[in-house]
């Protein structure tokens, strides 16, 4: 540890940046709330910059039932240039069923809120799990699947990366219905009777009724009794249960669901980000992030997950993202999220409340900050299952820190004891707190500051 020179230069810099985008923010008074500002902006045709060019605000309502709803922010593309990457909003009421499907995309998983049970198909067999908040799962392209909130009084809200790199050329996903009938269209239905009949070994009647009947949509109830089966393999419990430890024998998974013991989490669970130790915890927040090394099924996405906890009033420092484009969706409270462009210019500054989602391009510095009344909780994908290296440009472990001497005081024009203080001045790394310091020497500290401003913009 390193003893700081002067914490309330960090401070005072900081503070002079908060201050000029709070002035910003309230110049441009847009304060209603997500959806309400969602619409108008979709009213505005698409959305693009009204509040901030990373925010997606491009909302498309893929599904919606008296079950629930499924929906789908984009980032505007050309159609040339389609987006790789989706984010998908999936609410669904209590004791209700996203009919069975598969799409051409690879969807990354998070249970938000509720409980549900996802039922897919690996290796030729169903597996189930029962996942519950903070459980991350993974349901590859082309892998047919269900999804069940099993609870009988509460919503479940899932929010999903849908990577789009695989798909047949369409800019959004496509959904094959397995299941379904008038609405939604099974794939089935698309063949003629007599191939059905055949392939069934069942009566025109009988396959009739099967295909005709549901018109619920893509989200329905199931149908009044119990939902809670314990097993939907076949109807010989005993042997689906053995397979499925056989399954788990052959692929070298011991069954746990955590973590951190060396093994990563296999293909047939889930991965809790809650139940884990963060990644990096200081007194100011907490951040996990989760690659292929700790949950193997990302790496055939190329999806990343993390999920940050800022305490009010605190940021996570100025970083950039050296191997991968990141989405973050705000999970709970509000702050601001700024974002800058190579040439050092502002590209953007926008206030954020629960709901947001947003886009930070690969190498683009940004940071965001949660506003000083409550904590802000944010969750997201990054576009890589590497291990992600972000660089902090400032803090005790940063960019800055590690480069200071002639070289980077040069480049500042300023002395390498100015320098020194600067950057030595934050003690805390990573996730830094925001405080308005009161001290006398207030004058020669901005005093500092500004030469440094000078430095940098000269
Ligand atoms: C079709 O169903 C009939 C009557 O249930 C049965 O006897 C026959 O073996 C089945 N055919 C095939 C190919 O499964
Ligand atoms: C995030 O941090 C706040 C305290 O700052 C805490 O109350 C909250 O439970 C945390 N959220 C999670 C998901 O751990
Ligand atoms: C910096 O780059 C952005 C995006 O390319 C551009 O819109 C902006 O005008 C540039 N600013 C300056 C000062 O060159």
Redesign the pocket.
Known sequence: MEVAVGGRMAASILTLLLLSSWCLMVASGFRQRGIEREEEEEAHGGGRGLRGRFLLARSRTVARTDAGEIRVVSRYRSKSEPCPMHIGFIQMEPNSLVVPQYVDANLVVFVHRGEVKVGWIHEDELVERQLRRGDVSVIPAGSTFYIVNTHSSDRSQIICSIDTTQSMGHSLHQSFFIGGGMNPTSVLAGFDTNTLTAAFNVTAEELERMMQSQRGGAIVYMSGESSERPDLNDNNDDSAWTKQKLVDYLLGKVDKKKAGNGEPVGALHAYNL?DNEPSYRNSF?WTTAIDEDDFSPLRSTGVGVYVV?L??GSMLAPHMNPMATEYGVVL?GSGTIQVVFPNGSNAMNAEVSEGDVFWVPQYFPFCQIASSGA?M?FFGFTTSSRRNHPQFLIGASSVLRSMRGRELAAAFRISEERLERLVKAQRESVILPIRHHQQPEEDEEEEEVLQLKRGVFA
């Open positions: 809650y927040g906890n305490t009010a709970r904590p909780e």
